[in-house]
């Protein structure tokens, strides 16, 4: 899958999907090529044109003016010597100066893929993936750069990462070291990101890139729900079916940034990577510094196929572990049931009906622990409030248990409540700066997980109740961003990599708890969808979506989602209504369709249901553990965007094209309304299907479509389509 042409010196990364080049030019400098659809036989003939660019200036060893940094696509550029564009590396050396110069040496190509040390990244054995590394040096700087390129055998996948490797005898300051740097040729492309807020998370725009710098970034602490760590550049011509469409995904949770700038000569330049924003970190002799993984994806045929690589790509070789390819139990959580305000009896109701209605675990939430009744106060005691549980964990455990199902447990434990046993006994714990005020939210404070023994005695209070816990799921939350990010461990000249070494010190508790308990189902969360990114899913193979449970307002965070994450991965629960966050009512088939969308679950007082409601739900958890394989592993399709229309559409497609589940919504009534087709997707054109008593055949279903229909009612409605092979 990598070639190298010791002629004309360039280097083919390709399988059946995708190709990608890179040239050593002149001086050894790296320039990129091409990244895009299968090249079978490449002539050489793409290398950089020659031509005299006013105001573009030339290396030294150039023969000429017509060889310029300025105007080339660079594979992974520096600033300073001739590159006046967004850089990918920036170094500050002890005697001030900023110039870095790294030129190509030498290469290696492997089977397989390397770890990456202390990171969550996509894994692959010698038969799935070839890999390539470039190895670059600054001479002057005594500095290694290794480029590492990974190339996946059957995916339109490139995955990449950077290590700058100190051989100098003296400390760099990194102040940039991106995960991957894109260069585009002249042409129109468009961009696509997923902003948002709580509860109105991952909310796709699109774009027209335009002459200047555009930043798409985190400096929350968190990959955030404001700016999801992925962006998709498109062009104007690309739809969910056609087009290409090139996707950039960070496997990172902290602090992030993309930049996207177009040159004066109308190239675009896409640097990904940890946010360089208050980022310093001192490299010392002898020491390496590795970049979290950037996933490059290409697609041709619209945003759906790029969408299916992603899916495929992190179920396959990004989840670990026992729920790799599992389905996942549906659920009851009792938060939106009872917040805080909760004994063993009333948990116990809730159970008893669980067990009546088939739902398959029940989990409780935020307070049984410490002497937590509101949120103000215990985060750090991780240790069981046994006046308000009537005793110990285990035994509702064990009552759940002899009910049928499983037990699970909510923790926060990167935060600490200023009322806690923690907080009174280790106050320097908490990120503060010295002589100033610490911020809070939600009336807590962030845990310094840059320090080891911060972490391990999270850890051991994890363990204690763990270990004597039968416990099959956890959910792991984190309720604020950062603020005041400052470590009483580290020097003053160490303060720029506090941030990062959090996110190491999380990567390093998280890979101990789940590696120690393998047979629990972990969800990650923060504040819902705070942290919905690719490292996090690592360590964790779910994540709450959001914790905006309204229907309505699911279906934009649902879709948006969708573009780089796996239905799998999207914890979606049916809540009850006057809905918690939006006061809108809406009804149960809408809920349950959205719902079952993703990982089905309930958070709402299941004692207080009618007769009525309880049948509806019944009946949805058996549709839904009859199709849970298709829904949570089938090929997820978007038809309609709710972003665009009053309506919204998506279906899924089992693997052998035998089975298929439509879902079709539409927000708001209107007078006199048009009568709508849905035209269905990812069928076998020559198969014929059973649907609601009838025949259809897949080139029908596709291509004519299906009517919607026309008695639905009101806001809100939704209609159900089911396709089964004959």
Known sequence: MIEYDVITHFFHLSNSKISYLIQIEEGNHLAHLYFGKKIKCYSGLRSYPRLDRSFSPNPSEALDRTFSLDTMLMEYPSHGNGDFREPAIQLQFEDGSTICDFRYQDYHIFDGKKDLPGLPATYADEKQAQTLELVLVDEVAKLRLILSYTIFKDAAVLTRSARLENLSNQTVAIQRLASSNLDFYAREL????????????????????????????????????????????????????????FGCCLVYSGNHATIIQKDQYEQTRVVMGINPFQFCWNLGPNESFTTPEAILVYSDQGLNQLSATYHDLFNQHLV???????????????????????????????????????????????????????????????????????????????KVHAKGLKFGLWFEPEMISEDSELFRAHPDWAFQVPNRSRSTSRSQYV??????????????????????????????????????????????????????????GLYDLLEKITTRYPDVLFESCSGGGGRFDAGMLYYMPQTWTSDNTDALARLNIQYGTSLAYPISTMGSHVSAVPNHQTHRVTSLAIRGNVAMSGVLGYELDLTKLTD??????????????????????????????????????????????????AFYFRKYAQASFPLETLRLAGLDEAQIYESNGCEISGSEAMHLGLYIDENLTGDYATQMFYLKAK
């Open 190 to 245: 468009e961009i696509i990101d997923l902003h948002g807020a709580w509860g109105h998370e991952r909310q796709l725009e699109r774009q027209i890139i335009t002459q200047g710098t555009r930043v798409f970034d985190s400096k929350r602490g968190s990959s955030s729900h404001m700016q999801n760590p992925f962006v998709a550049l498109v062009e104007p011509t690309t739809t969910e079916f056609q087009g290409e469409a």
């Open 447 to 504: 845990l310094d997980f840059s320090r080891e023994e911060i972490r391990e005695n999270i850890y051991q209070q994890l363990t204690a109740i763990l270990d004597h816990t039968d416990i099959d799921y956890i959910k792991w939350d984190m309720n604020r961003n950062m603020t005041e990010v400052y470590s009483a461990q580290l020097p003053p000249e160490s303060q720029g990599e506090v941030a990062h070494r959090y996110i190491l």
């Open 612 to 661: 009525e409601e309880k049948t509806s739900i019944q009946e949805q958890i058996v549709f839904y553990k009859q199709h849970r394989a298709l829904f949570q592993f089938g090929r997820f399709i978007r038809l309609i965007s709710p972003f665009e229309k009053n309506s919204c559409a998506w279906m899924f497609v089992s693997k052998d094209q035998k089975e298929a589940i």
């Open 320 to 398: 670990r572990g026992k729920y790799q390819g599992k389905e996942r139990p549906t659920l009851i959580n009792n938060w939106e049931a009872t917040y805080f305000d909760f004994n063993e009896e009333k948990l116990m109701q809730i159970v008893d009906e669980a067990e009546k209605l088939g739902i398959e675990m029940f989990v409780i939430d935020d307070g049984w622990f410490g002497k937590r009744d509101d949120d103000y106060s215990s985060l750090g005691d991780w240790f069981e409030y046994r006046e308000k549980l009537n005793g110990r964990l285990q035994n509702i455990a064990e």
